[in-house]
Nanobody
Framework: QVQLVESGGGVVQPGESLRLSCVSS????????MVWYRQAPGKQRELVAG???????NYADSAKDRFIISRDNTKETVYLQMNDLKPEDTAVYFC??????????????WGKGTQVTVSS
């Protein structure tokens, strides 16, 4: 069973930066495709960025050029560096793990989320 704990959210002004972290436990982290999603009030959850075990990355158009996803397999942690934040980035950010190998392949695990608020 994979457990995910996000941290790093907070209240910032437009143009500022935040770095989110997601620590994973259980399972084999290196085998997981790791994804950051977000959900704004009244909206559906949407993909922000994903990173494969090969470090290949994928970004939503809204995140390109401003956000950077990375992973540290030794710390079993995935990060989301968010720069030049905008009010429309306000949302709860969720970490998601998708095992690619082994008996849990096809499963999807979620953290409880961390709130990011961008406001002047």
């Amino acid at each position: 069973q994979v457990q995910l704990v996000e941290s790093g959210g907070g209240v910032v002004q437009p143009g500022e930066s935040l770095r989110l972290s997601c620590v994973s436990s259980g399972g084999l982290f290196i085998n997981n495709y790791m994804v950051w999603y977000r959900q704004a009030p009244g909206k559906q959850r949407e993909l922000v960025a994903g990173i494969a075990r090969t470090n290949r990355t994928n970004y939503a158009d809204s995140a390109k050029d401003r956000f950077i996803i990375s992973r540290d397999n030794t710390k079993e942690t995935v990060y989301l560096q968010m720069n030049d934040l905008k009010p429309e980035d306000t949302a709860v950010y969720f970490c998601n793990a998708q095992p690619q190998i082994g008996p849990t392949r096809g499963m999807s695990y979620w953290g409880k989320g961390t709130q990011v608020t961008v406001s002047s």
